[in-house]
Nanobody
Framework: QVQLAESGGGLVHAGGSMRLSCAAS????????MGWYRQAPGKQRELVAT???????NYTDSVKGRFTISKDNAKNTVYLQMNSLKPEDTAVYYC?????????????????WGQGTQVTVSS
């Protein structure tokens, strides 16, 4: 069993900053791509940023220059530093990871999601 646990959401004023964390746990053998997604009320879930095993990053246009994704391989943790936050960044933020883990009967691959953390940016 593997799971992702997010932390760091909350309420912030426009222009402020916030840092999200997401830690993967379980009998993890390797972590490949990790990413952050968000879902605003009445909208579909959208990609925010991804980071590959080798550290290559990708961002949706609306957050480029404001958000930074990073990871700590030793801790199997991905971070999202969010600066210059805007009210339109308000959403539930989810992390996702492509994992290989040992289940006891062999190696398995999974792409679990975190439970989500609410980020609210007030104007």
């Amino acid at each position: 069993q593997v799971q992702l646990a997010e932390s760091g959401g909350g309420l912030v004023h426009a222009g402020g900053s916030m840092r999200l964390s997401c830690a993967a746990s379980g009998n993890i053998v390797s972590v490949n791509d990790m990413g952050w997604y968000r879902q605003a009320p009445g909208k579909q879930r959208e990609l925010v940023a991804t980071i590959t095993k080798t550290g290559n990053t990708n961002y949706t246009d609306s957050v480029k220059g404001r958000f930074t994704i990073s990871k700590d391989n030793a801790k199997n943790t991905v971070y999202l530093q969010m600066n210059s936050l805007k009210p339109e960044d308000t959403a539930v933020y989810y992390c996702n990871a492509h994992l290989t883990y040992y289940s006891g009967s062999g190696y398995r691959r999974r792409e679990p999601w975190g439970q989500g953390t609410q980020v609210t940016v007030s104007s």
